[in-house]
C-alpha cells in the first residue's frame, strides 16, 4: 500500500517528471555520505587488531558497542525522525556524522603513534573511539531513514511505477560503489603508507565533504515541492494530536516553504517525547502489527553473520597473513557482485513480482554460502582463506536483490505515517543481529576457532529463507507453479521421444 494520502498530492502537474540535476544532487549527497561510512567500516577493523594484535577482542568489543547503540536506540532515532522536520534532520545527521568520524580519526591517530599509553589513557581513548564510532553509525542511521525511506518514497508518488525501484537500485549501487573503492582505497594507504595516515585521510575527508553534502540534499528538498508539502503536512499531524495546536501549522509557520527551506517549526515542537522510553515501546508494536513483519525479521537474521567483509571476518584474515590489499580487492569485488545485484533485481522483480524475486533471492545467497562451509574442512590455510572470501563475494548476488525486495515490500505496504518508525525498528533488530555476531566474536575471540562462527552464521541464513518462504506461502497460497513444470516436463520427454 503506497501512501494513502492520494489527495496529499498537490503538486501540478501531477505527472510532472522529476529534475535531473536534483535526482543527481541526490545521488551525489548519498555518494559522499556513503564514502565516508565505508571507508570507517573497512579501517576500523584493522586499526583494532593492530591496536591489540593476535585477538579479536577489540574489534569484536567496537562491534558490540556499535551495534548496541543501534538496537537500542533504533526506534528512538526512527521516532525522532518521523517527528521532525526534514531539515533539522538533515543538519543533525551531518553535523554528527562530521564531528563524530573526526573524533574518531583523532584518537586512532593518538593510539597508534604513542605505544607507551599507561591503561587509563588507553582505555579511555579506546572507549572515545568506540563512542564516536556510535554516534557516527546513529546519525548515519538517521540519514538513511530521511533519504532512502521517506524522501524517495514522497518523491515518487506520482510519478511511473518503476521509478521507485529504480531510485532504490541506484542508491544501493551507490552505497556498493562506495563498498568497492572506499576499502580498496583505504586498503592501499594502509598498506603502502601507514595504518595512521588512513585515519588522517578519513578525518580529512568529512571536513571537506560536509558543506557539499548539505548543500546538496538542501537543494533537493527546495527543489521537489513534495518534499516540502510533505513536510507540512507530517508537522501539522503532529500538532492536531496536541491539545493546544488549535491553527494549523501552515497558518502558524507562514514561511516552511520560503526558497531557503529552514525550519520554522520549533524544535521543542518536534523533539517532546522523542527520547522518551514510552515511544520505543509504541515503535515495535507499529512494527509488529505490519504484514510485512516477516519479510523484515527474515532480513534482519542475514545480520546476525561474520559471513560477509565485516571487521570479524576482516580482522580473521587478516591473522591468517592476508594482505590487506588482498582483503580490500576481495571486499572490492563482493562490492561488484552487489552492483551487478541492482541491475538485475529491477528487471527480476518487473518479471516475477518483488515478492517471488525475494524467494529466489534468499536461496540463492544461501547455495553460494554452501562454499563457505565447505572451507572449513580445507587444511590449507591460506586456500582455506580465499575459498571463504570466493563464496562471500558470490552471495552477494543473493543478498543484495532480497534487500532491495524486502525494501520495497515496506515501501508498498508500510503507510506512510509508519515509515520511518517502521524503518527505525528494522534497523534495530538488524543491529540487534550484529550485535550479536560481535558477542559471539567476543566469546569465540580465537581467530583458530573461526570456523564456529561460520557454521552459526549459515543456520541464522538458512532459518531467514525458512521464515521468508513461510511469508510466501502465506501470501500466495503456493511457493511453485507445479503446472508450468509438469507442462515443461511433457515438452522436454516429448521431445527426447
Given at each position: ?42 579501517s ?8 591489540w594484535?593476535?585477538?579479536l577482542?577489540?574489534?569484536?568489543m ?134 595512521t ?10 571536513i571537506?565533504?560536509?558543506?557539499l ?13 513534495a ?24 497558518e ?11 525550519d ?25 502489527s ?14 546476525f ?33 552487489g ?50 572470501m ?43 543481529m ?39 506461502w502465506?501470501?500466495?497460497k ?20
Amino acid at each position: 500500500m503506497r501512501d494513502e494520502g492520494v489527495e496529499e498530492r498537490l503538486i501540478e502537474p501531477q505527472n510532472e517528471a522529476l529534475p535531473t540535476s536534483l535526482i543527481k544532487s541526490l545521488y551525489v549527497a548519498h555518494f559522499l555520505s556513503r564514502w565516508s561510512a565505508r571507508m570507517w567500516e573497512f579501517s576500523v577493523a584493522l586499526y583494532m587488531i593492530n591496536i591489540w594484535p593476535d585477538s579479536l577482542l577489540l574489534t569484536a568489543m567496537y562491534g558490540v558497542v556499535e551495534s548496541a547503540s543501534v538496537a537500542l536506540l533504533g526506534p528512538i532515532v526512527g521516532e525522532w525522525v518521523n517527528k521532525m522536520t526534514y531539515i533539522k534532520v538533515l543538519q543533525v545527521w551531518t553535523a554528527t556524522q562530521t564531528v563524530s568520524f573526526i573524533v574518531a580519526g583523532a584518537t586512532v591517530i593518538a593510539l597508534l603513534l604513542v605505544s607507551s599509553l599507561n591503561s587509563l589513557v588507553f582505555a579511555s581513548l579506546v572507549a572515545v573511539t568506540y563512542l564516536s564510532g556510535a554516534v557516527a553509525v546513529l546519525s548515519t542511521l538517521a540519514g538513511t531513514i530521511l533519504v532512502e525511506r521517506e524522501w524517495v518514497v514522497v518523491m515518487t508518488e506520482d510519478q511511473p511505477l518503476d521509478m521507485l525501484p529504480k531510485l532504490n537500485s541506484v542508491l544501493r549501487r551507490i552505497d556498493l560503489v562506495c563498498k568497492l573503492f572506499a576499502p580498496v582505497v583505504s586498503g592501499f594507504i594502509v598498506s603502502f603508507v601507514s595504518l595512521t595516515a588512513s585515519a588522517l585521510c578519513l578525518a580529512l575527508w568529512n571536513i571537506i565533504s560536509v558543506v557539499l553534502l548539505y548543500w546538496l540534499l538542501n537543494a533537493v528538498y527546495n527543489g521537489i515541492p513534495a518534499l516540502r508539502l510533505k513536510d507540512i503536512k507530517k508537522r501539522e499531524a503532529v500538532l492536531s494530536r496536541a491539545p493546544e495546536a488549535s491553527t494549523s501549522l501552515i497558518e502558524q509557520n507562514p514561511k516552511i516553504l520560503s526558497e531557503d527551506g529552514n525550519d520554522s517549526v520549533s524544535a521543542e515542537t518536534g523533539s517532546i517525547g522523542c527520547f522518551s522510553i514510552l515511544p520505543c515501546f509504541g515503535a515495535w508494536k507499529i512494527f509488529l502489527s505490519q504484514e510485512v513483519v516477516l519479510p523484515g525479521i527474515s532480513l534482519a537474521l542475514l545480520f546476525f553473520t561474520v559471513l560477509s567483509f565485516g571487521s570479524l571476518m576482516t580482522a580473521t584474515l587478516e591473522w591468517k597473513g592476508i594482505p590487506a590489499y588482498v582483503i580490500a580487492i576481495g571486499r572490492g569485488i563482493s562490492a561488484t557482485v552487489g552492483i551487478a545485484a541492482t541491475f538485475t533485481y529491477p528487471v527480476l522483480a518487473s518479471r516475477i513480482s518483488p515478492l517471488r524475486a525475494g524467494l529466489w533471492s534468499i536461496w540463492c545467497q544461501w547455495s553460494f554460502l554452501l562454499v563457505c562451509v565447505g572451507s572449513i574442512y580445507v587444511k590449507n590455510g591460506v586456500a582455506s582463506a580465499y575459498m571463504l572470501m570466493a563464496g562471500v563475494a558470490a552471495s552477494r548476488l543473493g543478498l543484495w536483490m532480497f534487500d532491495l525486495a524486502v525494501i520495497q515490500q515496506m515501501q508498498d505496504f508500510v503507510p506512510a505515517s509508519d515509515r520511518c518508525i517502521v524503518g527505525g525498528v528494522q534497523n534495530s533488530i538488524q543491529s540487534a543481529m550484529d550485535l550479536l555476531a560481535y558477542v559471539m566474536g567476543v566469546v569465540v575471540s580465537n581467530p583458530e576457532e573461526f570456523w564456529k562462527l561460520i557454521v552459526m552464521s549459515f543456520g541464522l541464513v538458512t532459518l531467514a529463507g525458512i521464515l521468508y518462504t513461510i511469508h510466501v506461502w502465506h501470501v500466495r497460497k503456493h511457493l511453485l507453479h507445479f503446472e508450468k513444470l509438469y507442462k515443461l516436463a511433457q515438452n522436454f520427454t516429448g521431445r527426447s521421444s
